[in-house]
């Protein structure tokens, strides 16, 4: 089967000129995967997806595509929880991969930094990092597909933001093609560069609809010699934030992430993943996985944990905790806290709120859209977990065990995502901390985002991309 809306036949036979049988797709079938996000909330469509092989290709696409008022979308690894790389259902845009501009180029020991294509996944540079024996702390548990051009689109943040701040704040250069087709090339791996604004930063986090990243230079980290991870069963938030603010004051510079998992998703884990077994004596309210680095490979990092825990478990704010003891005990651990949104999604139809406030906020945070969720839809599963130790929580909500299909409950998603961010908006926090606005969200800029802010980033986008050419209905409302 050919796609529904067809190319214009001259730029049709440029692409497939330029990009050949391996760059060029239009059969349904082919493009099916692209059309779809993540979660299976949106369902797109488009005339064809292009898979160039490096910078040069992907320019001549989109300055080819820009000729013929042809939409692009560029995706990476198709793991955006916000529709963020779906096109839309008309059938016009064409689809952008970056998945063959797949080449670690360069590491460099002096400058503890690497060249990356956009394409190569998240794992494969941190796993590329670790065998040049350094360390790339940018951790979320889609990084076995999310790839580093996405990654740096959506400005990702995940487990170590606590320690090593979101994806920013390890981009050094940054390459990406603009939506005319020009490249711009600001691959200058410079830690001072005050030459006028920043367009690196505002690359950063738009989402590809300012431009499609093709290149990256990250910057690395020494590799810690020494790594402890805990997981500590806790009554509630409140324990939880006692716990870090301990770690805080042993050591700050120790801790590598701090994560927080509710009874209710940590059950799903367990129900629902095969090899998740919960390695404490019985199910806790509440639990956190904490683990901390040193380049010290003495044993004062193990002291310190040991010593800190000990403590908490005196004062009464861990009932039960276990420390690895083998690097595959450490990555059972982490399955623990990875495979939540795994396991919500095959727990039925979820609504989900990537939301963050200020610290001190969090317990007000959970306590009151919890009561506010349970009012809404009786039976609804609150299951919320996150990165405690930075402020950002995923507050999802899972349908009813019984009695609601799933189409029902996602029909109330506005209902759940306007109360979860009403309370948020009291409590001065943000209704996307880490995963994007994409499409599912676009509904809520006006309202949190409104006036001067709103203004300025539709100049912005109409400066650089006057025909709206780059992911049409992502960010921003349409007017
Ligand atoms: C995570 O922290 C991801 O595991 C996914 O950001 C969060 O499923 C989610 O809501
Ligand atoms: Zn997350």
Same mark, same amino acid.
């Given at each position: 089967m050919s796609a529904s809306f067809q190319l214009p036949a001259a730029l049709h036979d440029s692409l497939s000129a330029l990009l050949g049988s391996a760059g060029f797709l239009t059969a349904e079938s082919d493009m099916a995967a692209a059309l779809t996000d993540w979660r299976s909330l949106f369902h797109g469509r488009a005339a064809a997806v292009l898979r160039p092989a490096d910078t040069e290709e992907c320019a001549k696409a989109v300055a080819l595509c820009a000729q013929h008022g042809v939409p692009v979308v560029p995706q990476g690894g198709n793991t955006s929880m916000v529709g963020g790389a779906t096109p839309d259902e008309s059938g016009r845009a064409v689809v952008i991969l970056?998945?063959?501009?797949?080449?670690?180029?360069e590491v460099d020991y002096a400058d503890l930094t690497m060249t990356v294509g956009a394409g190569v996944t998240l794992k494969a540079a941190q796993d590329a990092a670790a065998a040049a024996? %350094?360390? /790339?702390?940018l951790s979320i548990s889609s990084e076995g597909s999310a790839e580093i051009g996405g990654v740096i689109a959506t400005n990702a943040g995940g487990n170590n933001t606590v320690r090593y701040g979101n994806a920013r704040e390890m981009v050094l250069g940054l390459e990406a093609v603009l939506p005319d087709g020009r490249v711009l090339n600001l691959m200058r791996r410079l830690r001072?560069?005050?030459?006028?604004?920043a367009l690196k930063h505002l690359l950063i986090g738009s989402e590809g609809t300012l431009a499609l990243i093709t290149r990256a230079i990250l910057q690395l980290q020494p590799k810690p010699a020494r790594v402890e991870v805990a997981l500590c069963a806790v009554a509630d938030a409140v324990s939880a934030l006692q716990l870090f603010a301990r770690f805080r004051r042993a050591?700050?510079?120790?801790?590598q992430a701090f994560e927080f998992m509710s009874g209710q998703s940590m059950a799903l884990v367990n129900a629902?993943?095969?090899?998740?077994? %919960?390695? /404490?004596s019985e199910p806790a309210p509440a639990y956190v996985l904490v683990e901390l680095a040193s380049?010290?490979?003495?044993e004062s990092l193990r002291t310190l944990i040991e010593e800190t825990l000990g403590e908490a478990v005196e004062a009464g704010l861990v009932s039960d905790a276990v420390l690895a003891e083998s690097e595959a005990q450490r990555q059972g651990l982490w399955k623990l806290r990875e495979e939540h949104a795994e396991a919500q999604k095959r727990a039925g139809a979820s609504v989900k709120n990537d939301v963050s406030v200020p610290l001190s906020a969090i317990p007000a945070l959970i306590e009151e859209a919890t009561k506010a969720c349970e009012a809404l839809i009786p039976g609804i599963r609150v299951a919320p977990f996150g990165h405690i130790g930075d402020g950002n929580i995923h507050f999802n909500l899972v349908q009813p065990?019984?009695?609601?299909d799933p189409g029902e409950f996602l029909a109330r998603s506005h209902d759940i995502m306007d109360t979860v961010a009403g309370i948020v908006k009291r409590l001065d926090g943000?209704?996307?901390?880490?995963?994007?606005?994409?499409?599912?969200?676009?509904?809520?800029m006006p309202s949190w985002r409104g006036g001067a802010e709103l203004d300025m980033m539709r100049r912005i986008k109409n400066a650089i991309d006057p025909e709206c050419l780059?992911?049409?209905?992502?960010i921003l409302p349409t007017e």
């Amino acid at each position: 089967m050919s796609a529904s809306f067809q190319l214009p036949a001259a730029l049709h036979d440029s692409l497939s000129a330029l990009l050949g049988s391996a760059g060029f797709l239009t059969a349904e079938s082919d493009m099916a995967a692209a059309l779809t996000d993540w979660r299976s909330l949106f369902h797109g469509r488009a005339a064809a997806v292009l898979r160039p092989a490096d910078t040069e290709e992907c320019a001549k696409a989109v300055a080819l595509c820009a000729q013929h008022g042809v939409p692009v979308v560029p995706q990476g690894g198709n793991t955006s929880m916000v529709g963020g790389a779906t096109p839309d259902e008309s059938g016009r845009a064409v689809v952008i991969l970056t998945c063959r501009m797949r080449q670690v180029s360069e590491v460099d020991y002096a400058d503890l930094t690497m060249t990356v294509g956009a394409g190569v996944t998240l794992k494969a540079a941190q796993d590329a990092a670790a065998a040049a024996g %350094l360390f /790339l702390p940018l951790s979320i548990s889609s990084e076995g597909s999310a790839e580093i051009g996405g990654v740096i689109a959506t400005n990702a943040g995940g487990n170590n933001t606590v320690r090593y701040g979101n994806a920013r704040e390890m981009v050094l250069g940054l390459e990406a093609v603009l939506p005319d087709g020009r490249v711009l090339n600001l691959m200058r791996r410079l830690r001072k560069d005050n030459t006028g604004y920043a367009l690196k930063h505002l690359l950063i986090g738009s989402e590809g609809t300012l431009a499609l990243i093709t290149r990256a230079i990250l910057q690395l980290q020494p590799k810690p010699a020494r790594v402890e991870v805990a997981l500590c069963a806790v009554a509630d938030a409140v324990s939880a934030l006692q716990l870090f603010a301990r770690f805080r004051r042993a050591d700050p510079s120790s801790i590598q992430a701090f994560e927080f998992m509710s009874g209710q998703s940590m059950a799903l884990v367990n129900a629902l993943i095969d090899g998740a077994a %919960l390695p /404490l004596s019985e199910p806790a309210p509440a639990y956190v996985l904490v683990e901390l680095a040193s380049p010290r490979s003495d044993e004062s990092l193990r002291t310190l944990i040991e010593e800190t825990l000990g403590e908490a478990v005196e004062a009464g704010l861990v009932s039960d905790a276990v420390l690895a003891e083998s690097e595959a005990q450490r990555q059972g651990l982490w399955k623990l806290r990875e495979e939540h949104a795994e396991a919500q999604k095959r727990a039925g139809a979820s609504v989900k709120n990537d939301v963050s406030v200020p610290l001190s906020a969090i317990p007000a945070l959970i306590e009151e859209a919890t009561k506010a969720c349970e009012a809404l839809i009786p039976g609804i599963r609150v299951a919320p977990f996150g990165h405690i130790g930075d402020g950002n929580i995923h507050f999802n909500l899972v349908q009813p065990a019984r009695g609601m299909d799933p189409g029902e409950f996602l029909a109330r998603s506005h209902d759940i995502m306007d109360t979860v961010a009403g309370i948020v908006k009291r409590l001065d926090g943000s209704f996307s901390a880490e995963h994007g606005v994409g499409q599912l969200k676009t509904y809520l800029m006006p309202s949190w985002r409104g006036g001067a802010e709103l203004d300025m980033m539709r100049r912005i986008k109409n400066a650089i991309d006057p025909e709206c050419l780059f992911n049409p209905g992502k960010i921003l409302p349409t007017e």
